[in-house]
């Protein structure tokens, strides 16, 4: 093997040996000195270049630009998971017939859907949903992510909430969480305009809570406007702290009049 080739190998050993006993800070240092050798590696994006040892470089790039992108889910880090993914994007669009498919493929896919979705940009969901083949579609990983977006669209936010107890892998907890977290908080936003109080029970139930303690919480760290008081949800204080917006009624009628005898001027 290429002595390049086998320093990046062990290096890679070393960051999965980091990874595996959860030393995120070595992970990080060594993910960085892995994307610095990988350059020197013609064979790889861009250039493509026909060498020796081609395919295992690009299997290995692959491989590791895969690790990054779980590394920066288990880091929360949006940023890097972002620009890790469009590394490791040329790897699947354009390594087909160079290289054997990832196993991994698929659910990274499907986790870069979640991610989308969870940032709200979903020209952008459904334009990396149409450059996968159909066969995709029938993946669990890029299933669990179509109906996700479908159930966020109708607004079924319980269908929503209840899909955080079946994420098809473990790296999409992390932002099933964060969906979670924005469909309570539009549910939340939406109740307190709709209602004066709700009781605790239909409360819990509307943001699909399971106990008293995790309702608490919530109002606690999110909404400490509520009051919490007689086996209620008081969100008249949260309406009282919202200033009431004045329409200038009279500047509006002036503007209008004004309109209207710059029409008449025209006409």
């Known amino acids: ?156 936010y319980n269908r929503v909430l209840s899909a955080r107890q079946a994420v098809p892998h473990e790296t999409y907890v992390y932002f099933m969480d964060l969906l979670a977290k924005t469909v309570r908080d539009e549910i939340a936003g939406c109740s307190e305009k709709g209602y004066d109080s709700l009781s605790i029970s239909d409360a819990k139930q509307m943001l699909m809570f399971t106990s008293d303690q995790e309702l608490h919480q919530y109002i606690t760290e999110e909404h400490p406007e509520w009051e919490i008081k007689n086996g209620s949800v008081f969100f008249q204080k949260a309406k009282e702290s919202q200033p009431c917006k004045e329409i200038p009624s009279l500047q509006l009628i002036n503007q209008t009049l004004s309109y209207a005898r710059e029409l008449e001027r025209i006409v």
């Open 1 to 156: 093997m290429d002595p390049k080739l086998t320093e990046v190998a062990q290096m890679f050993a070393r960051f999965k040996a980091a990874y595996a006993r959860n030393d995120l800070d070595a992970c990080v240092t060594l993910l960085s000195q892995l994307k610095v050798q990988l350059t020197k590696f013609p064979s790889l994006p861009p250039l493509f270049q026909q060498t020796p040892n081609a395919v295992e470089e690009l299997k290995l790039a692959r491989d590791i630009y895969e690790h990054a992108v779980v590394l920066s889910v288990k880091l929360e880090d949006q940023d890097a998971f972002e620009r890790d993914f469009c590394q490791l994007k040329p790897y699947y669009m354009d390594t087909c017939g160079i290289i054997p498919p990832s196993p991994e493929e698929y659910p990274i896919l499907g986790l870069n859907l979640l991610r989308l979705l969870v940032q709200n940009r979903i020209a952008e969901f459904h334009t990396e949903l149409e450059l996968l083949p159909v066969k995709a579609l029938e993946h669990p990983c890029i299933k669990h992510a179509v109906e996700l977006e479908q159930s966020f669209m109708e607004g079924a």
